[in-house]
């Protein structure tokens, strides 16, 4: 543990005190074609100073993975064993406790068991935000249930559901639990007392799978959709594989529109057989992805006339070889970062992020498209950790061991990067630091 903190002490040093800058490329935004022409990294700025990182660095002892709230800059953390929640907001490139409006315990009905989750909620400018985790080990008597992470936000304006009621959804995969991007399978109207929960979307036909649990595919909400419905005047859309049997829904994904009072009928099919449970949207038009010979297509149906368009093809396997985070797809292999919506186009040079390059793992972008973080590994397999600004083209970057180490990271609007990292590689028994740096 000294050795960890010694060694990432020094690595704030270094973040302070110097940096290595590296080439970014920024293309300008193209016209959509279907065979895009390769794009290639422009010169940056390659001066050797210290100015991206020198106005102020944070080394946190905060001990759980920060994850994302639905509050710009604010970000919580989740204990595993007891279900304890903490806010944090960060400014400035400081992190700083943030005070929750309240929590109560909230029971919900899954396949006939009763899930209870102490859930803890964050209220900011009329809107509300709140997380909960039940565990057999927390709470006794569901024996189909190991695990569920509860997320309450608002509710979708056209839900027809009492003034005051919020949206509660649950993802039962224990695997997301520290993971950024997860499924909910259940979805609830929570009541605005917060002591009743009911079904948003109806249960008919919903079979039961090979765990005796009902489907988990059957009606399926991410946080990027949640986002995006929550927005005033949306028709609420959510994916499904009830339309193909349990032996052959691998890969069979559809997206389904709502009545939006939480009717749910198999004729509400938007688009059939999509890849993967990537969903956009601008105004009216739904942008998702497609399987093509040798890789995938970004799609678009237009809301104003219902017809399907290709925009452009991408080579290999989504989430083997791309990255998606908000609006970006970012290519692990070639640094290119495109634009769902507007198809901007940026180009990463990884091959200056460490001698002889890196094969990136984890992606970060702020909201406004300025900065970014990466993870990746250099030939010699060692872990190097970029910090980059999109829009002057300047790049700092490190290798070292704690790099190996990040659970999770993030880019903020105003430059500032958070990095989670481990104590070692076992997640389950994990303590984390936050590393945060604050660029100009």
Known sequence: MKKLQIVLALLLILLVAGGVFATLGVLDIKNRVEEPTEAKPIEGN????????????????????????????????L???????????????????????MHAPVTVTCSSQNLTADVHYLERDGHTFGVGLYTN???????????AFFKVSDLFP????AEGSLLLTVDVDASRMYQERKVYSENYILSPDKTSAKYYLSEDQRTVDTNA???????????????????????????????????????????FTSGGTGTNTDNGREVTDVYSLRLWRDGGDIFFLRRAEGGFTLNVKR???????????????????????????????????????????????LTRVAEGGVTADLFAISENGQYAVLRGLDPAKKSSC??????????????????ALIANLQALNDGTIVLSVADNMDPANAKYYQLVAKSK
Not at 50 to 72: C, G, N, W
Not at 79 to 101: I, Q, S
Request: a negative charge; charged letters at 30%.
């Open 213 to 255: 649990r009902m489907r988990t595919d059957y009606k399926m909400f991410t946080d990027d959709i949640l986002a995006e419905e929550q927005a005033e005047g949306r028709t609420v859309l959510f994916f499904s594989s009830r339309y193909y049997e349990m032996y052959e829904r691998v890969g069979k994904v559809d997206i």
């Open 386 to 403: 970029a910090f980059l600004n999109l829009t002057t083209g300047e790049m700092v970057s490190y290798t070292d061991e704690p790099f």
């Open 303 to 349: 809301g104003a006339t219902g017809v399907e368009e290709t925009l452009r093809p991408f080579a290999g396997d989504i989430d083997k070889d791309y990255i998606v985070d908000r609006d970006w797809i970012f290519n692990k292999t070639s640094g290119e970062v495109i634009n769902v919506i507007t198809n901007e186009r940026k180009v990463i040079d």
């Open 79 to 101: 204990n595993r064993n007891t279900g304890a929640v903490t806010f944090y907001e960060a400014e400035n490139g400081v992190l700083t406790p943030a005070d929750e409006t």
């Open 158 to 161: 056209q839900s027809g559901a």
């Open 137 to 147: 080990n927390l709470y006794e008597g569901a024996y189909l249930y190991e695990y």
């Open 46 to 77: 390659q001066a050797t100073h210290t100015s991206y990182v020198d106005e102020y660095t944070q080394y946190a002892e905060i001990r759980l993975p920060l994850m994302r709230t639905e509050f710009e800059n604010v970000f919580y953390t």
